[in-house]
């Protein structure tokens, strides 16, 4: 159900959730000071209590309600990226809710570049936001998504399409070196160029039990469609009927099941939660991807979200 924001303001205030678009994906808010509303967050969306929640906030000041110590590199981020699409993880003051935070001593938090959000948060303060999906379902990328888990009465403002698509870069700020445990639109190099400090990708397959306890998150299967996601094989010809292609760079052999984007990797990204979707909706037994040229990460960083998050269906 769409509701204006005073509404949403309303139903944040008596501690209800409500769901509101960013830059990213949407999300599904409540009252960071409020552990009962928080609490309804982890039922509606069936997640696990021990994965911490971001914090949105909407000024500069609000992050000194939060974090305890604000490394130098993280205000040159700041400054730099917010309002924007990065988390970053801060050394917690002990009054930041243990829901939160699933116990750790580090909060995330996040001013996301929305005009809706930011008016929002502005208007309701503070708010935990997971992307508003059904754990194990793909991130919402429209208010539709929203409702398609959470049924047509659940609070959404719409804002249309978001333009990113794909979730924020999860950077740990609260140590060195600093740490990406999940990327995202900016990249590992942009962080380095803004902060001149070395920056680690945490490699899920490798990761030392310290990251595994220090990102939570990154445990939990995401992004799963029913239908099969696969790599396209070298040589595949794009014919079968009840598979979906996404195709990136090549341009030969379009079948009618084929969508090119022609290396537009951004608009590729913005799009991808919602084809898993649709595959699901024509009931089709594959999503096929082309694979990516290492070589070009470097050109397109936001190839290396992409990836992560393919793999992750991919499963
Ligand atoms: O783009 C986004 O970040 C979206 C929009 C709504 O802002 N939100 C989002 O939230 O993706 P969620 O809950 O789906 O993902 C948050 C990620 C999880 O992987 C979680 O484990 C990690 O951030 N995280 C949160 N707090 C953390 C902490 N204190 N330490 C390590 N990881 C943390
Ligand atoms: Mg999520």
């Known amino acids: 159900m769409n509701v204006s924001i005073p509404k949403a303001v309303e139903i944040l205030k008596s501690g ?3 769901a509101f678009p960013t830059e990213t994906v949407y999300g599904l808010g409540a009252d960071a000071w409020n552990p009962d509303a928080i609490g309804k967050v982890f039922e509606v969306k069936g997640r696990p209590s021990d994965n911490p929640l971001i914090v949105h906030i909407a000024s500069r000041d609000s992050v000194d309600d939060f974090a305890a110590k604000i490394p130098q590199a993280a205000t040159k981020l700041m400054e730099a990226c917010w309002p924007g699409p990065l988390t970053l993880i801060f050394k917690k003051k002990p009054e930041v809710l243990d829901l939160i935070t699933a116990g750790l001593d580090t909060v995330a938090l996040r001013w996301p ?13 503070p708010l935990v936001a997971p992307s508003a999906n059904k ?4 991130s919402p990328t429209k208010a539709s998504h929203v409702t398609e888990d959470f049924g047509d009465e659940f609070p959404v403002i719409d804002g249309g399409y978001t333009q990113i698509g794909l979730e924020s870069t999860v950077l740990d700020v609260s140590k060195l ?10 990249g590992k190099e942009k962080i380095e160029q803004i902060t ?12 030392s039990t310290d990251q595994e306890v220090r990102s ?17 094989n070298d040589g595949e010809s794009l014919n079968q009927k009840n598979a979906l292609y996404l195709i990136h760079s090549s341009t030969a052999d379009a079948g009618d099941y084929t969508i090119h984007y022609q290396k537009n990797y951004q608009q590729m990204a913005m799009e991808l939660y919602d084809r898993f979707r649709q595959a699901d909706h024509q009931r089709l037994d594959e999503v096929v991807i082309e694979p990516f040229d290492a070589s070009i990460k470097k050109e397109y960083p ?3 979200a992409l990836l992560n998050r393919i793999s992750k269906a991919i499963g």
């Open 216 to 232: 939570p998150g990154t445990k939990y299967s995401h992004y799963t469609p029913e239908a099969t996601v696969r790599w396209l």
């Open 113 to 125: 570049n929305h005009a809706l959000a930011q008016e929002l948060i502005f208007r309701a303060g």
């Open 196 to 207: 001149g400090a070395e920056v680690v990708l945490q490699n899920e397959s490798s990761a």
């Open 177 to 186: 070196p600093l740490c990406i445990y999940r990327p995202g639109y900016i």
């Open 16 to 18: 209800d959730p409500v």
């Open 135 to 138: 754990s194990g379902r793909p």
């Open 302 to 304: 936001i190839i290396e």
